[in-house]
């Protein structure tokens, strides 16, 4: 079993959607979680530290369920903009160690 | 931006040769991780510095080393080039210490290895 795991999609969506994208990690000892964005042939920007409490950023809400080890990243009103892959982060408990998952392609269409 | 800085942009290698790779991290961070990302792949680890000294590995071969100078800034070498190194190295800032470890990445250079 992979570390992290995410659906690599392609997520093709209409503007305007609201899409949800999971990713599950097998430490349960993992203590920090982030969400990052990737263009194509660009470098991964982060979009979003997940808290424990769960946190929002304008149109884009992370959660964390450290129960059933899974994060998630849930975008509302989605924009052309958004097309990109989103790549979940777990940081190794216990070490500075960042496992990225393969991450998930989203496509929003016009 | 995230002020983190990498050179070359791209690099042609001939498998067998060597090859250094070069980032300067953002100001006030004292980290700097290294990721290597094929293509369609997430990033992997490669070795984390802090303070001039490694610290923390992942599953690459000790042909693979690198370097942190005073200023933070850091060098990948890679000895003995195969074909599969063919890939976007990234390299990452962060601040050791801090509440969350959020890292910022480079531009990536992007290695291709005939």
């Known amino acids: 079993r992979k570390e992290v795991e995410q659906d690599p999609g392609p997520f093709n969506v209409p503007e305007g959607a609201t899409v949800a994208f999971n990713c599950t990690y097998s430490?349960?000892?993992?203590?920090?979680f982030f969400w990052y964005r990737q263009d194509c042939r660009k470098e991964p920007k982060l979009l979003m530290s997940v808290y424990s409490s769960g946190n929002e950023d304008g149109r884009f809400t992370a959660q964390l369920n450290r129960a059933s080890q899974y994060i998630s990243l849930l975008i509302r009103d989605s924009k052309l903009s958004d097309s990109a892959t989103y790549l979940c982060v777990v940081n190794k408990a216990g070490t500075y160690k960042y496992i990225f998952g393969t991450g998930t392609r989203l496509k929003v269409l016009a | 931006e995230t002020g983190v800085t990498q050179s070359p942009t791209h690099l042609i290698k001939t498998r067998g040769q060597q090859v250094t790779l070069r980032c300067s991290s953002q100001?006030?961070?004292?980290?700097v991780s290294w990721y290597q990302q094929a293509l369609g792949q997430g990033p992997q680890f490669i070795f984390q510095y802090y303070r001039e000294e490694e610290n923390g590995r992942g599953n690459f071969p000790p042909r693979f080393s690198g370097l942190q100078f005073p200023n933070y800034s850091s060098e990948l070498n890679v000895n003995a080039l195969e074909l599969d190194d063919s890939a976007l190295y990234l390299c990452?800032?962060?601040?050791?210490?801090?509440?969350?470890?959020?890292?910022?990445f480079g531009p990536g250079t992007r290695l291709t290895v005939t």
């Open positions: 990452a800032s962060s601040l050791l210490g801090g509440t969350f470890y959020e890292q910022y």
């Open positions: 100001s006030g961070h004292n980290t």
């Open positions: 430490n349960s000892a993992s203590q920090s």
